[in-house]
């Protein structure tokens, strides 16, 4: 299979087109137009890394980034008509430390809070603390089907230890049931998955298989954040 690393080059079709889907979607959902959102994108990014004593840059690096993700979260059109994403799957962010991942989605959270817009919020937790809970509960099943259901934002992927379990010989991966379940849901609910990592799809490929990095093909668009660390 050839490597996806932009957006470009995720193509499954869903059956229905973009009119399709906005008819079908439910009604008295709020929503955001593309321009507002970048708008409210930057002045809430200008709070978020101010608490750092940071300003917030856009430059060649996450200019690019930005765009998609604000096209994506204000359910723009030409996230799929011109850059050929598409919008009823989930987002998958790889790129190095400290390229703000994670801060970009908690600035989404913020404004999500800010306008009740509900699209905008998912449960947030980092994939350690999956494991930890994992390594501490009698009931194992119970943490696998616990975050295999609804949208969910699961930071740092490739950060967690192989689960333990004393059932079980040796050390397990449990995101690869996380997400085969999350990929059941998507296809059957639709449901939602945001990840960030600093592994590649083939690093995925790598720590959790093929199968893994097949169903990531397509639940996920694929983003980028290029560049260095922006932590000093
Ligand atoms: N666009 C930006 N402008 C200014 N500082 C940023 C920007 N993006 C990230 N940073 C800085 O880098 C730090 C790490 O960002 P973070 O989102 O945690 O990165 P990642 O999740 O990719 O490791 C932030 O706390 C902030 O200080
Ligand atoms: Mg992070």
Known sequence: MSQPNSI?????NSG????????????????????????EFY??????YAKNNRLFIVDENNKTFLNLFCKYFSNDETFETVHKGELQKGLFITGNKGT???SSFQIIQNISRKYNLRKLWFPMIETPKVVEQ?????NKDYIVKRYSKGNFFFDDLG????????????????????????????ITKGTKTYITSNLSIEDIKKRYGERVEDRFIQMFNLLELVGKSRRL
């Open 16 to 39: 229905m087109n973009f009119k399709e889907r906005k008819k079908a979607a439910p009604k008295k959902e709020r929503f955001i137009m593309t321009e507002q959102l970048k708008q």
């Open 100 to 102: 703000g991942k994670t």
């Open 43 to 48: 002045s809430e990014a200008k709070k978020y």
């Open 8 to 12: 470009n080059t995720i193509m499954k």
């Open 134 to 138: 994992y390594n501490t509960e009698k």
């Open 159 to 186: 950060a967690e230890d192989p689960a333990s379990n004393i059932f079980v010989y040796g050390k397990q991966d449990i995101f690869i049931r996380i997400l085969e379940n999350r990929y059941n849901e998507f």
